[in-house]
């Protein structure tokens, strides 16, 4: 039974089919069917396909009533849209679906966790939105909410636990078959924790334990859970709300950050060893990770930042895209992470270059909106250059810089000039691990965004730009001289 928020939500999306034009969207990076889209939702892999929801308001390029945008793919880089799975048509999620996550059940189906967001008028008169969590179960098209829902609610919230924010379920399967899920809920000192549950059938939850909590260090709330292991070590990501900035590490405002440690599934306890930032750009929020039927854990995240959402000039049809996905990795207690390999067969056109940099140059075939290239320095005997630049979608009034200076080790992106009318965050820097002068980035570009991996993905840094198509030149500059190697693919979407 489809509901009439639904139908309508559907039509509207027939209405608006193909009316936004390819060139107009990014190519390989998944930007909403029509209107505003912000959380990438139920990321996993089902009959075949990769199945990508996301958080959606089709009628408008800002954020509204919350709805469940689909799209499919084999490759995780060409994605097929899917009619919008969830609206927000029941008493318990009048007000929003709100983020949640996806998996295959044993006979076929796939069961959608996600939460259900309703208004109350609190006792003192103000209005807030009730969080509660939520199943459906579809086909990979067709969704039927759960009649029993909603499935966790305020009486499975630990003592001191907030029932207004409690939210964004990540679900897994464990060896075992039974099912478990970690959610978002902010504690009685204001800032979040994560809580586990447990499940025999997906369907009757229980609280197992508090895995880990802010206790107001790293922001307040904390957004968007996911637990995993790899690499033989236990990984929480999750996305903190109003943090301050701490050094280079973390910025003001909406953060990403990874947890690293070791968990005990008969105590429920979580021991962190090391944290750091997923992501040290401007446009990157509210990850979600996979497990690949290869075993690859991969991730996406909303390539935007909630304090720089400021509706572009040129591009009133859609708002809002999700990252290249990302092979996850430990390394040295670090998180590594580099874009999917499928990327490697876009690759198109390669032009390699090995030269001397000692001033300001192009070089012959390297430009374009839509590419991967690597740009390797390496200082020549020892002789550690001042500062090296990139400029990339360069035209005439327009670039996007990054800078690595060698003595601080400090990398900043800049997109000052990359198309924006509005006084938001445009530059970001991060330290990045020493290596006498020698560093590796590896840039993916597309239409509307800049991801660069440094190092071998020991670092990324993640930003959208406006830069009209045509500003599509690169160059580079030092001050000093280096080897500069590039190695560049156009890519063929
Ligand atoms: C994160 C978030 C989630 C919530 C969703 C609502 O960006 O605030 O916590 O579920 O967006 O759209």
């Avoid at 071998?456 to 009209?468: C, K, L, N, R, W």
Wanted: proline share 4%; net charge negative.
């Amino acid at each position: 039974m489809i509901s009439e928020k639904l139908k309508k939500a559907r039509e509207y999306e027939e209405k608006y089919a193909g009316y936004i034009p390819e060139e107009e969207r990014p190519a390989y990076h998944l930007s909403p069917m029509i209107g505003w889209m912000n959380d990438p939702n139920g990321f996993s892999y089902y009959q075949g396909k990769y199945h990508l929801f996301y958080q959606y308001n089709p009628y408008d390029i800002k954020w509204g009533p919350m709805h469940w945008g689909h799209a499919v793919s084999e490759d995780l880089l060409h994605w097929e849209y899917l009619p919008c799975a969830l609206a927000p048509d029941t008493q318990y999620d009048g007000a929003g679906c709100f983020s949640g996550s996806a998996l295959e059940l044993e006979d076929g189906r796939q069961l959608l966790m996600y939460t259900g967001v309703r208004e109350e008028v609190k006792e003192n008169g103000v209005r807030d939105t009730l969080q509660t969590q939520c199943m459906a179960v579809g086909d990979g098209l067709n969704y039927e909410k759960y009649e029993g829902n909603p499935v966790l609610t305020e009486e499975n919230l630990p003592q001191g636990g907030s029932r207004y924010d409690f939210r964004d379920p990540k679900i897994w399967r464990e060896k075992d078959g039974s099912f478990a899920a970690i959610v978002a809920n902010r504690s009685d000192d204001e800032s979040g924790s994560l809580l586990l549950y447990r499940s025999e059938d997906g369907f009757q939850w229980k609280l197992a334990s508090m895995v880990d909590r802010c206790y107001n260090e790293f922001g307040k709330m904390w957004e968007c859970p996911d637990m995993f292991e790899l690499d033989g070590k236990t990984l929480i990501l999750t996305s903190p709300q109003d943090m301050c900035r701490s050094g280079l590490e973390f910025h003001n405002g909406n953060n990403t950050m990874y947890l690293m440690g070791t968990f005990d599934p008969k105590s429920g306890e979580f021991v962190r060893e090391s944290l750091g930032s997923i992501d040290y750009g401007i446009d990157f929020y509210a990850t979600q990770t996979m497990l690949a039927p290869d075993g690859r854990r991969i991730m996406v995240a909303w390539m935007q930042n909630w304090d720089a959402c400021v509706t572009p000039v040129n591009n009133p049809r859609w708002f809002g895209q999700i990252t290249v996905p990302r092979e996850l990795r430990v390394k040295d207690g670090r998180l590594i992470q580099n874009p999917v390999r499928e990327i490697e067969k876009l690759r198109g056109r390669r032009v390699h270059h090995n030269i001397v940099l000692c001033n300001e140059t192009t070089l012959q075939g390297v430009y374009g909106r839509v590419m991967d290239m690597t740009v390797t320095i390496t200082p020549v005997k020892g002789d550690v250059y001042e500062r090296f630049r990139l400029k990339l979608a360069q035209g005439s009034r327009h670039y996007t810089v990054i800078t690595y200076k060698p003595l601080t080790s400090v990398l900043k992106l800049d997109r000052s000039n990359s198309g924006s009318c509005r006084d938001v965050v445009h530059e970001r820097s991060l330290v990045v691990r020493r290596q006498e002068g020698k560093i590796r980035l590896r840039v993916l570009m597309d239409r509307y965004s800049i991801e660069v991996f440094v190092n071998d993905g020991e670092q990324a840094v993640s930003a959208t730009i406006y830069t009209p198509q045509t500003a599509n030149g690169v160059s580079f500059e030092i001050v000093g001289q280096a080897m500069l190697e590039v190695d560049k693919y156009d890519l063929c979407v």
